[in-house]
C-alpha cells in the first residue's frame, strides 16, 4: 500500500516537474518489461541512458500475452515499473486486471500521425497507455513453396478450411500471442456468429496454433524450415525479409495476402505499472523513458527493429518499408466489444482448436 501511494503521489507532482531526468552520482534505476520482440540498438539504449541518468533493467516477458500474464501474476509486488508491447488487442484485459497507471497530461499531449489516430481511435485517445508503432497483424505467404506445388492462392478466408490448404496455416494462441488474439479478433469481428464453425473447420482441416509469433515463423513457417507455406504475421515482414537477406533483392520471397475479414490494425503501447515505480526520481525516470520511446531516434529504428511504422507524425518511413505493401484500409475491433467478449473468445478457441 505504501508503494502505490507513493507512486501515486510523484504522478500527481509530475505536472510541476521537468521530464528530463537530472545526472546524479548514482543512476536511478529503471525495471522495463517486454515483449520478447522489443528491440533497440544497445547504444540508442546507452545514449538515453547517459543523458537522462537512468540505469534500465528489461525484462523479457515473452509473447506479448506471457508477459501481461506475468504482470497480473505479480500485482501485488509489481515486476517492473514499465511495460512496453502491451497492444490495443490487449488493453482491455490490462485495464481490467488494474497493472496499469495513469499518465502525465505532458505525455499525452505528444502529437500522433493522422494514420494511426484512423487506425483505433479509441486507443489512442487513451489516458494510462502511450502508443509507440503501429501496423497490420496478416497473413503472410512464402511465394517459392505456392509455385513450386502448383497451389494458387485462397482470395477468401473461408477458403482456408477448404482441402486445398489441409495442414498449410499455423496460427498463433491468443491466449499467450498478441498477433494471435489480434487474428481472432478480426475473424470474429468480420463472421460473428459464423466464425467458430469456421474455426472447428479449420482445426479438421488442420491448422496449427503454436504458442508464439517467434516459434510460428521461425520454426513452423516453410521460409524458416517448417511445414506451413501460411502464418500469421505482420504486413511488414517481408520487409524484414529483405533488410535481413544475405544478398540484395529486388523483391521480398514472403508476400502479404490480406483477406477480408484476415487483417487485424495492432497499436502497441507503452505505461506506467500500477503500484511499480516506488519514488518520484523512478516514476520521472519512466516518464523519460517513454518519451524517448516517442521520440525520434527510437521512432526511426523501431522501423527495421521490431518491424512496427511509426507513431510520430515527424519521422519519415525507412526505405526498406516499400517492401512492406499498401496498409490496408481497416480498423481495430471496439475497444468495448473487446473488453466484454476477449476472454470468452479466447475461451472458445481454446476449446474448439487446441483441446
Do not use: C
Amino acid at each position: 500500500m505504501k508503494r502505490r501511494s507513493l507512486a501515486g503521489l510523484a504522478l500527481a507532482a509530475l505536472t510541476a516537474l521537468p521530464v528530463t531526468v537530472m545526472a546524479a552520482d548514482a543512476p536511478t534505476p529503471l525495471r522495463v518489461i517486454t515483449h520478447s520482440s522489443f528491440d533497440m540498438p544497445k547504444e540508442l539504449l546507452a545514449k538515453f541512458e547517459a543523458d537522462a541518468g537512468v540505469k534500465l533493467t528489461l525484462i523479457k516477458g515473452g509473447d506479448a500475452g506471457e508477459m501481461l500474464n506475468k504482470l497480473i501474476l505479480s500485482k501485488e509486488a509489481p515486476i517492473a515499473d514499465v511495460v512496453f508491447g502491451i497492444d490495443n488487442a490487449m488493453l482491455p484485459r490490462a485495464r481490467k486486471a488494474g497493472v496499469l497507471a495513469p499518465l502525465p497530461a505532458s505525455l499525452l499531449a505528444l502529437p500522433l500521425s493522422a494514420q494511426v489516430k484512423a487506425v483505433d481511435p479509441q486507443a489512442t485517445a487513451a489516458t494510462d497507455w502511450l502508443p509507440i508503432d503501429y501496423g497490420f497483424v496478416t497473413l503472410n505467404i512464402d511465394k517459392a513453396w505456392f509455385a513450386a506445388n502448383k497451389v494458387a492462392l485462397p482470395t477468401q478466408l473461408s477458403q482456408l478450411a477448404e482441402p486445398t490448404y489441409a495442414k498449410l496455416l499455423v496460427v498463433q494462441n491468443p491466449a499467450t500471442s498478441s498477433p494471435g488474439l489480434a487474428f481472432l479478433s478480426a475473424t470474429v469481428q468480420s463472421q460473428g456468429a459464423g466464425v467458430w464453425a469456421w474455426w472447428k473447420a479449420l482445426r479438421a482441416n488442420g491448422v496449427k496454433v503454436s504458442s508464439s509469433w517467434s516459434d510460428a515463423y521461425y520454426k513452423d513457417f516453410t521460409r524458416n524450415g517448417g511445414t506451413r507455406p501460411m502464418v500469421v504475421s505482420y504486413l511488414t515482414s517481408p520487409a524484414a525479409e529483405v533488410f535481413y537477406s544475405d544478398k540484395p533483392l529486388t523483391e521480398s520471397p514472403t508476400a502479404n495476402l490480406n483477406l477480408n475479414g484476415g487483417v487485424y490494425a495492432q497499436v502497441e503501447g507503452i505505461a506506467l505499472v500500477e503500484g511499480g515505480p516506488a519514488n518520484a526520481a523512478t516514476t520521472q525516470a519512466a516518464v523519460a523513458f517513454m518519451r524517448f520511446m516517442r521520440g525520434a531516434e527510437a521512432q526511426t529504428a523501431l522501423q527495421t527493429t521490431m518491424w512496427m511504422w511509426p507513431v510520430s507524425n515527424a519521422t519519415p518511413l525507412a526505405a526498406v518499408m516499400t517492401h512492406a505493401g499498401t496498409a490496408p484500409t481497416v480498423k481495430a475491433v471496439d475497444a468495448d466489444v473487446l473488453a466484454r467478449d476477449s476472454r470468452e473468445w479466447i475461451r472458445q478457441f481454446n476449446q474448439i482448436v487446441v483441446r
